[in-house]
């Protein structure tokens, strides 16, 4: 077994102003990384990076293939970029509307992916939507409906749905419960930790909620001022923080 | 006659050349939108100044000439553009099918087929059919160039989903030579199958978006659909109550403001013909 | 009988940067083995680094010098100084810990919790879920509530989960920090035997026991902070 995804000192400077710097790490088939920091510290950058929504100045991202095939994100083409981002991996953005096609129907959005890797059965295409819906725990009679007329925590459920129909191996988050409502978050942050866990996905999560990091993740990952300051399992870093500012970040933290 | 302020058929020379070199291109990569430099015509926007303009550049003095609106040839745009070429390039005009060379249309095919003498120039108001999903131009002409065509599909899959079928009737997506998805212009549904393996070469101008696209004859033409939802055309209840012709496409015509209508062809050469011959 | 756990001058200082760095030794030069099937218990003060040194074996802690090596699958792995997949693997095979609180995950039933462990290694759903009833209807937990979220339990009922859910799989090593603290006689004393069920069936023990009796019922040998 090999790592499903390689970051070697990938560095992203805009200008003369440093987005992130030199992060490294591995992530293994299964593995939830999260990415923690306050806005600003880079974290969102390294995503976008290593998701090849941005190119980044400097640094490899490497993805080990279905096919067991290591490849670099910038040496393949974009056509082979484009469909494996639409394939094998996913993207949870935090704002539902741009992960999201508002324009057409919630089982349309869903069998988007299926479409576009070949599936022309309405059917069929109809039949996983459905099934998918019910796994984020939207009723069916909702196929049909706009996301406009879901509310935060179903659109962002939707959009995890949105993602998942293709079986990808490796998804990523970008404060996937930000702007949710609390008793929707934890709803949210079950039903995202049941699907990792069944269905062995790897995962990178960006949040500056701890309380996700704690619950989704294995591993985590502090970043502050564009540098990854910090690493470790998520139970030590939580339990036993080095660096002055976890140690800031963990006693931040309100306890109820 | 004295000596015209203009050129053959009204266009310069060298805007000619640009929009035949855009042509050939077109012509080489069935179904992949051209850029070229519209010009101004003396006509509004919307009013097929795409077409015009295809039409000015490939018309010889030799060529006789029809224009179709909604497949009549006496509608004002058709009756417009027809006195426009009369003007300015003193060609021969038709309204009968089989005598044309050049055929200039907006929103039908005739219901005669066309040989490979004949050549079908679409007004097309918008040619991008990806456009609908996806605002962003930069993003569909990567989409075309990846051939990531999954998105058409999302819009027949609210179709059905919606109606029950798939309901869109005009403007219906196609894909070109196993290629290019590509938009036939607002003709019905029902013409798309004409499109496919014509004899005849077809020319699409959109003026106001600066695109010239082309289906050389004999190409394949696929309308999209799905494996349990395949593509159809409508037939109508009733033959067409002038001609009385059953394989035609037909325009419902309202003719008192009690209700009354009558059905009858949209191709008014082809029921006129239908009318004498029965 | 050879070592399963070896603990090697592990000296553990917290830093707190935010009340001005000061530096706090909780543990210094602990010297350790334990052998398979060995109970051992550590005894000392509060505060004198009972539950820190459950915390370093099990790699919640970060070690400030030493070693703790744990026979993983026949080989010595180092906790202090693994990486944190290699500390991962060793919990799911060989290191089990009962820790003083339940981590309730929002929404999430007893028995599936329980059942957990035993998922994650692959065992099928149905013996998973078997084995879960087992245990909590050993540990007296009324079966109208295995199908709840232990969020709305009482703190026993919580900790009995939390039991429950730690003995689940096999571990070599089982960490056990004040695993009968909140509970009544007769729990006491199930939760006495599935200790001397695990040892049994091969598992060192390491345990913190509040209650001296206990502690002498069972663990043979006391190590003292």
């Known amino acids: 077994m090999s790592a499903l995804l390689s970051i070697e000192r ?39 990076c290593i998701s090849g929504q941005m190119e980044p100045t400097s640094g490899k991202v490497r993805y080990s293939t279905r096919a067991g095939r290591e490849v670099a994100l910038d040496a393949m083409s974009e056509a082979e970029r484009r469909f494996l981002i639409r394939t094998d991996w996913g993207f949870v953005h935090q704002d539902a509307r741009e992960g999201l096609r508002m324009g057409v129907s919630a089982g349309a959005n869903v069998g988007e992916r299926l479409m576009a890797v070949g599936e022309r059965h309405y059917g069929r295409i109809r039949s996983t939507a459905l099934d998918w819906l019910g796994r984020v725990e939207i009723a069916g009679d909702r196929i049909d409906d706009s996301p406009w007329s879901y509310s935060g925590g179903m659109r962002q459920r939707l959009q995890i749905a949105r993602n998942l129909v293709t079986a990808p191996r490796l998804i990523f988050m970008d404060e996937p419960t930000g702007g949710l409502d609390v008793s929707v978050q934890a709803r949210l942050l079950d039903l995202l930790r049941g699907l990792v866990r069944r269905l062995g996905l790897a995962a990178v999560i960006v949040t500056h909620d701890l309380a996700v990091a704690r619950l989704l993740s294995t591993r985590m990952m502090v970043m502050q001022g564009g540098r990854v300051i910090e690493t470790g399992l998520t139970d030590q870093i939580l339990e036993d923080p080095q660096q002055p500012y976890t140690q800031l970040l963990v006693s931040s933290v309100l306890q109820v | 006659m004295n000596v015209p302020a203009y050129n053959f058929a009204y266009l310069n020379e060298q805007t000619k050349r640009m929009i035949r070199r855009a042509l050939l291109k077109a012509v080489a990569i069935p179904g992949y939108q051209v850029p070229f430099a519209a010009r101004e015509m003396p006509m509004p926007l919307g009013w097929g100044t795409g077409g015009v303009q295809v039409t000015a550049a490939i018309l010889t003095p030799e060529d006789t000439l029809k224009v179709i609106d909604q497949g009549a040839d006496d509608t004002t745009n058709a009756v417009s553009i027809r006195r426009f070429f009369v003007k300015t390039a003193g060609v021969k005009t038709t309204e009968v099918t089989e005598e044309a060379t050049i055929i200039q249309t907006r929103h039908r095919i005739p219901e005669t087929p066309l040989t490979e003498k004949q050549t079908l120039v679409f007004q097309v108001p918008i040619p991008e059919p990806l456009r609908f999903l996806e605002p962003r131009e930069t993003e569909t002409r990567k989409m075309h160039a990846l051939e990531e065509y999954g998105v058409m599909h999302v819009k027949l899959y609210e179709d059905i989903a919606r109606f029950g079928e798939i309901a869109t009737s005009y403007d219906y997506p196609a894909l070109v030579n196993d290629r290019y998805v590509f938009d036939p212009s607002p003709i019905p549904k029902f013409d798309n199958p004409k499109l496919d393996n014509c004899p005849a070469l077809q020319l699409f101008g959109a003026g106001r978006e600066k695109r010239i696209y082309a289906i050389p004859p004999y190409t394949s033409v696929k309308s999209l659909d799905f494996e349990d939802y395949p593509f159809s055309i409508p037939r109508w209840e009733k033959p067409c109550e002038i001609c009385g012709s059953r394989a035609s496409y037909l325009d419902e015509i309202v003719t008192d403001d009690k209700g009354g209508r009558m059905f009858v062809c949209s191709d008014t050469d082809h029921c006129r013909k239908q009318k004498s011959a029965a | 009988m050879t070592p399963v756990l070896s603990i090697e001058g592990l000296s553990k200082e917290f830093t707190l940067h935010q009340q001005g760095g000061t530096r706090i030794t909780v543990l210094e030069n602990v010297n350790l083995d334990v052998m398979a099937g060995e109970a051992m218990s550590i005894t000392g003060q509060s505060g004198r680094g009972k539950s820190t040194l459950l915390k370093l074996i099990y790699g919640s802690y970060k070690a400030s010098g030493g070693t703790v090596r744990v026979l993983h699958n026949g080989a010595w792995v180092n906790v202090a100084g693994a990486q944190p997949r290699d500390i991962l693997r060793l919990r799911q095979q060989t290191i089990g810990y009962v820790t003083q609180f339940l981590r309730v995950i ?120």
């Open chain 3, 106 to 225: 929002p929404r999430i039933p007893a028995i599936d919790i329980v059942a957990e462990p035993l998922i994650d290694r692959d065992v099928a759903p149905d013996v998973a879920v078997g084995r879960a009833r087992d245990l909590l209807a050993r540990l007296n937990i009324p079966e109208k509530l295995w199908h709840l979220s232990p969020m709305t339990f009482s703190g026993g009922e919580q900790q009995r989960v939390n039991i429950a859910r730690g003995f689940a799989a096999h571990h070599p090593i089982l960490l056990l920090d004040e695993p009968t603290a909140s509970l009544d006689e007769e729990n006491r004393s199930r939760v006495l035997s599935m200790i001397a069920e695990a040892r049994a069936a091969g598992s060192a023990v390491v345990a913190v026991f509040h209650d001296e009796e206990e502690r002498r019922k069972a663990c043979e040998r006391e190590v003292a902070l």
């Open chain 1, 10 to 48: 990938v560095s992203k400077n805009y200008g003369p102003r440093i987005g992130c710097s030199d992060a490294s790490f591995e992530l293994w088939p299964g593995e939830v990384l999260a990415i923690v920091g306050e806005s600003g510290s880079g974290k969102t950058t390294l995503l976008k």
